[in-house]
């Protein structure tokens, strides 16, 4: 694995509650970010999904307990080379809105990374709750450069600001990043998503592995933009917009006669139904991005980051 509701207009409110609030202190944010850390290195060390089960949510959580299960089973007396994550240096946006569910950003420096000083990418998380009595939820995450993570937009007391689902002053709405996203990489259209390795060049990488010597694969693309995944996003400073959103995706590949599919220890280990000729990867994908305002920078969406992981497989 290399893994925001939003305005009043979007949002279902619950116990009455209207008033526009900040959706946590900035302790109340940290408290998350380390409940969160404690729960992934206990899952993580142990192999043990549920370890961390609560704290997980939306994309990251189907990608992290896919994961951690398909681990379990390959390696079932825990993780033989565990490394605590470290999570430091933690910078909080947290947007002031009415109503559930609430969310915050936390962008922080990880142990993960092997660069060092100012190479050092950057994790940021999206935590969301969508009640007063449950526990913060970590939904996205995308590692990125310290230089593709845009400024956010605050008020005079530093809270941040949430971008309406629907919103009608950017060149996509919200909602719709999800649907857009997987007919592009369907068929490149809309075609106003910007060249890079997450658009163009993932487009270009699938088009040459589509037919390898005794192997074809096809792809399918799917909206995931409801309940859990719902996408979530704050105001840039230049008052565009940085989204995350979550697709899922399908990868089959079928065997030639008389040859033999090879399957990952991986993902054998999500494996329903039995490998005779075709294998079919199912995967959960979430991605970061910046949408311009309507009839800025061309309208083009720019992809900053995307994590992917395996959530399911299926032998015919």
């Known amino acids: 694995m ?15 509650e209207r008033e526009i609030v900040p959706s946590a202190t900035k302790s109340e944010a940290a408290q998350a970010l380390k409940d969160f850390t404690d729960a992934y290195n206990k899952a993580d060390k142990a192999y043990d999904p549920a370890l961390d089960a609560a704290h997980v949510t939306g994309a ?15 390696y079932p007396d825990g993780n033989p080379q565990h490394v605590p994550l470290e999570l430091t240096d933690a910078k909080f946006a947290i947007p002031k809105k009415a109503g559930w569910p609430r969310f915050f950003l936390a962008d922080v ?11 050092d990418n950057r994790w940021v998380l999206v935590f969301v709750r969508s009640d007063v009595d449950q526990l913060w939820e970590a939904a996205y995450l995308t590692i990125l450069s310290p230089g593709r993570i845009p400024a956010l937009k605050t008020d005079e007391d530093g809270w941040a600001e949430p971008v309406a689902p629907d919103s009608a002053a950017l060149a996509v709405a919200p909602r719709d990043l999800s649907e857009e996203y997987s007919s592009y990489l369907q068929n490149g259209k809309p075609e106003h998503f ?32 409801s309940d859990d995944f719902a996408p979530l996003g704050l105001v840039t ?20 006669k008389g040859v033999r599919l090879k399957v990952h220890p991986d993902v054998k280990a999500l494996l329903t139904g039995d490998v005779k000729s075709t294998v079919t990867k199912e995967r959960v994908s979430s991605q970061a991005v910046t949408v311009p305002t309507v009839g ?11 994590l992917t992981g395996l959530t399911a497989a299926k032998g015919s």
Not at 2 to 16: D, F, K, P, R, Y
Not at 60 to 74: C, D, E, M, T
Not at 245 to 254: P, S
């Open 296 to 306: 800025a920078g061309g309208g083009d969406v720019d992809v900053l980051g995307r």
């Open 109 to 119: 420096d990880s142990n993960r990374d092997q660069d060092k000083g100012a190479l």
């Open 237 to 256: 400073a230049d008052g565009d917009a940085l989204v995350f959103f979550a697709m899922r995706n399908y990868e089959r590949q079928t065997a030639a």
């Open 2 to 16: 290399t893994v925001l509701c939003l305005t009043a207009s979007g949002c279902v409110t619950v116990h009455g």
């Open 194 to 225: 910007k060249d890079g390795p997450h658009t163009s060049g993932w487009r270009e990488s699938r088009k040459k592995d589509s037919n390898l010597p005794g192997m074809s694969t096809q792809y399918i693309d799917q909206p995931l933009d």
């Open 60 to 74: 990251l959580g189907a990608i992290n307990q896919a994961g951690l299960k398909a681990r379990s089973v390959n």
